[in-house]
């Protein structure tokens, strides 16, 4: 069977011909321009059909101009319009500077501080990638929803490739330009009471192992049936990799951030070199992994760099932007983590969250445990206590009792508000097997983790304090 090439949003020289021409007609101090590109196929599924596929096509063009070191910033998606775009931020910027008392401290990157790009680059085009086509796509759906249908249940999910592209030109010389291929796929099975989930993506359709993953989600989703109450107290648990990566996702806001280091909030800024995870923790955002989603420079055309944020449980650093990094080193360079989101200002982010793996199995894992739970995976998650790391939020799909070192009893959702540095620093089991999803709201965003055992993680309502007597 022939398999359908996927296009690149716009051709690549044509991508950075744009760019440069952006930058010649802002008549600006000083002038960057960003373009963003994603053409995604999405093959949705319910029940016993294809739902809703989708081919959504994304291009967008952001320009910041700089007058007397006062920037403004305008974006377009038509192209017949850059020239125009351009010249407004250019007044924009000059209007700012009109108005202000003193010249600004706002600037666009040189290539003597945007860094050499990685030799070698990370691997960003896959060919498994690009031959994985609709029909591809829908013999896997057809798996999925054939097979949850003879089990009694269903299957609804998505699987889809993307390709992502990316051109950065300066007012300075710097002219950077990169495409990238993404395969993805998300499954919920429901058997009765009993479901299963399971989410992946990679620059390699082929590390999904689609098939198998497919499989492994039904034979939870029928094995969790029966479930009853998630029982309240504290636990020994055992995280799924779904279940680990929300948690790991948090640790940006835990201070690993260079907006928040800057202003003095959290672990980098209050507890640097301090071990507050367990020796077996080790993370960084790394865009020169080979899982996630890795990307070679940043929006401000800034080579990317690995920073460490838990080296053995250590803190490390924070990431950077342009901004960031002069207000926490003035002679300090960008780290290369530069990030516009829609409705957002722009700030470091971090983009590609990955925890490094260890040499147990999730089997080995539960194994260990005489009394506890499993955790497939976390819902509706958000921050209750920046500074102490405590989220909230519900457990979800395939989580079990543990009984003397096997999976037990299925559990139903439970509550649980817990301090994630604190359950890093019981961690003493880290799986082999990484697996990734997105991160919301973050342009090529991925956090990527394998399965943990950790102890003292409650569920239910915490004990009221003790009251002291009269």
Known sequence: MKTSEPAVPLAPERAQELVAEAVRACP?????????????????????????????????????????????????????????????????????????DRAGGLTVAEPATAGELADPPPLLWYDDTAGFDAAARVQLAGQ????????????????????????????TGITRHAVATEANGSATFTIGDGTGHWIDLSRSADRLGVRGALDAALGRALRSRGRIPMPDGE??????????????????DFG??????????GLVAQRPGARIGSPLITVAD????????????????TAKRRVP?????VVGGAVTDLATAVALDPVGHSTGHAHIAREEVPAPVAANVVMQPGRLTEAELIAGVERGVYVERFWYTRVVDRQAGTITGVSRD??????????????????FTQSVLDFLGTVDGVGDTVRSQPVMNVWNGSVSA??????????????????ESA
């Open 398 to 415: 395939a989580c079990f009792l543990i009984e003397d070192g096997a999976l037990g009893q299925p559990v139903d959702t439970g509550r």
């Open 450 to 467: 394998p399965a943990l055992r950790g102890h003292g993680f409650r569920f239910g309502a915490r004990p009221a304090a003790p009251q």
């Open 309 to 313: 944020f838990l080296a053995g449980g």
């Open 256 to 265: 690993f951030a260079g907006d928040l280091a800057a202003a003095g909030v």
């Open 144 to 171: 999925a929803m054939r097979s949850a249908a003879a089990a009694g249940g269903r299957a609804n999910g998505m699987i889809g490739r993307a390709i992502t592209q990316i051109a950065v030109a300066t007012s």
């Open 286 to 301: 790394d865009a020169l992994a080979d899982v996630g989603l890795p990307m070679t420079f940043d929006f401000e055309g």
């Open 28 to 100: 600006a101090d000083a002038v960057e321009v960003t373009l963003l590109g994603r053409r995604g196929e999405y093959t949705r599924f319910a029940g016993d059909r294809i739902h809703q596929p989708q081919d959504i096509d994304e291009l967008t063009v952001s320009i910041k101009a700089v007058v007397n070191g006062h920037g403004a910033r305008a974006a377009t998606s038509r192209l017949d319009r850059v020239g125009d775009t351009a010249r407004a931020a250019a007044g924009l910027a000059a209007a700012r500077a009109a108005t202000a």
């Open 235 to 252: 636990f020994t648990v055992v995280l799924g990799p779904e279940a680990a990566g929300e948690l790991v996702e948090f640790l940006p």
